[in-house]
């Protein structure tokens, strides 16, 4: 049996861990691009957003992501194995006066984000959700592979612009069409600009790969909402037309507009259609409320080990996301149910994690394991520690 002595020293050891490199990104950019690039204000329209063709989804342990669990067969569906091939646009932008290609403006901060999930658990050692960004002349990248890579586009210097494809996507067109690259498989679009999402780039990009790897946002998963939005009854739900304030969102008005000389049943009911429904509002082009609205469309396998939202989730929206500005203020658009604030977070949780080795298949070797288990990776600290007390024999 343990003394207490070592049990403190144990669990010393652990929390230093909790602040050291496995647990922050490894290299001086990443920390300098979560510092610098942190706002103390989030200042986005829906960024963030997916960019999917139908609304597949499930509910499954943890997680809020892809209906079908297949990598290949219908669409939409996974990555093999989660591991994504990435290519960068073959093109430059004006970039601060410069003409700069994508790759260089966009390759550390994706590298960095890569590391928040690392750090957060979702490695690559066992060949799993390795996210490869191929050489630009590399015959992955070709056209005739656009569907077997993910196409990575840079929105432009100051553009708000930001979606995913969800896993992989039927493509839209042949590679042998004249369609652009972009319509031939799974893309991603990113920008740089620190007032879109989290207010933190890395942190976005982080989002982004949740979606590429087949997550949906985690507000949206329809158990948390109220029979309004969900027409499934239910008495424990989060999010409800108490705390989701559709008319707050910035392009809210812009929708409206056309009906503001129709009589106020007529608009009443307009503004129910697309605060309410997300094909409505996907027609609409109301991105504000396709973004919120949870996913109805497909019926999925509801999640029973759950009983409230993740709120530290990289794929849960902060309050203000697609806040229209007031007096200089950014409103909420959805809060917790007592009125409290939904904050930005800055890396993946670990139920992000846990969900997607869940969806993919993939367990999880560490939670559950005896601190003298040979696998688990506190042994070493364990029996470093353990040799230092002189009470640490189990006879008692």
């Known amino acids: 049996m343990l003394s207490k002595s070592v049990f403190a020293s144990l669990l010393l050891a652990i929390t230093v861990q909790a602040g050291n490199r496995a647990w922050e990104p490894p290299i001086q950019y990443a920390?300098?691009?979560i510092a610098v690039r942190d706002l103390s204000g989030i200042n986005n329209i829906y960024s963030n957003g997916t960019n999917v063709s139908s609304a597949h989804h499930a509910h499954q342990k943890r997680f809020f992501g892809l209906s079908n669990p297949a990598t290949t067969g219908s669409y939409p569906r996974l990555w093999p194995n989660g591991n994504i091939d990435a290519c960068f646009e073959q093109r430059s932008h004006l970039y601060n006066g410069q003409n700069v290609a994508t790759r260089?403006?966009?390759?550390?901060?994706?590298?960095?984000?890569?590391?928040?999930?690392?750090?957060?658990?979702?490695?690559?050692?066992?060949g799993n959700f390795r996210f490869t960004i191929l050489g630009d002349d590399d015959p992955g990248c070709e056209r005739n592979q656009r569907s077997t890579h993910l196409l990575i586009m840079y929105a432009g210097q100051g553009q708000r612009k930001m979606s995913t494809t969800v896993g992989v996507d039927q493509p839209l067109a042949a590679p042998e069409s004249?369609?652009?690259?972009?319509?031939?498989?799974?893309?991603?679009?990113?920008?740089?600009?620190?007032d879109v999402g989290m207010g933190n780039v890395v942190a976005n990009y982080a989002h982004e790969m949740g979606h590429s790897w087949g997550l949906h946002h985690e507000h949206q998963n329809p158990k948390w909402w109220s029979e309004t939005f969900t027409q499934v009854?239910?008495?424990?739900?989060?999010?409800?037309?108490?705390?989701f304030i559709c008319e707050n969102l910035r392009d809210f008005d812009?929708?409206?507009?056309?009906?503001?000389?129709?009589?106020?049943?007529?608009?009443?009911?307009?503004?129910?259609?697309?605060?309410?429904?997300?094909?409505?509002?996907?027609?609409?082009?109301f991105a504000g409320g396709f973004n919120y609205i949870p996913i109805t469309d497909e019926p999925g396998t509801i999640d029973d080990e759950?009983?409230?939202?993740?709120?530290?989730?990289?794929?849960?929206?902060?309050?203000?996301?697609?806040?229209?500005?007031?007096?200089?203020?950014?409103?909420?658009?959805?809060?917790?149910p007592d009125g409290s604030i939904i904050d930005p977070v800055s890396r993946p949780?670990?139920?992000d994690v846990a969900g997607l080795k869940k969806m993919y298949g993939v367990k999880t070797n560490f939670f559950g394991k005896f601190l003298g288990d040979k696998s688990n990776p506190l042994k070493n600290i364990f029996d470093r520690t353990r040799k230092?007390?002189?009470?640490?024999?189990?006879?008692?």
Do not use: H
Not at 321 to 333: H, I, L, P, R, T
């Open 388 to 396: 230092k007390d002189p009470d640490s024999g189990c006879s008692s």
């Open 254 to 285: 812009e929708q409206m507009a056309p009906y503001a000389n129709d009589p106020e049943y007529i608009r009443r009911g307009k503004r129910n259609e697309i605060c309410r429904d997300r094909a409505k509002a996907s027609r609409a082009k």
């Open 233 to 243: 009854e239910r008495t424990n739900y989060f999010f409800s037309e108490d705390n």
């Open 306 to 336: 759950r009983s409230e939202p993740d709120w530290q989730s990289i794929m849960l929206y902060p309050s203000n996301a697609g806040g229209k500005v007031v007096g200089g203020v950014k409103q909420n658009v959805l809060t917790k």
């Open 178 to 194: 004249d369609r652009p690259d972009s319509e031939l498989g799974p893309t991603m679009t990113l920008t740089d600009n620190i």
């Open 31 to 33: 920390k300098a691009a």
């Open 349 to 351: 949780s670990k139920r």
């Open 104 to 126: 260089d403006i966009l390759y550390n901060d994706l590298i960095t984000a890569r590391e928040l999930w690392r750090n957060a658990g979702l490695d690559d050692k066992n």
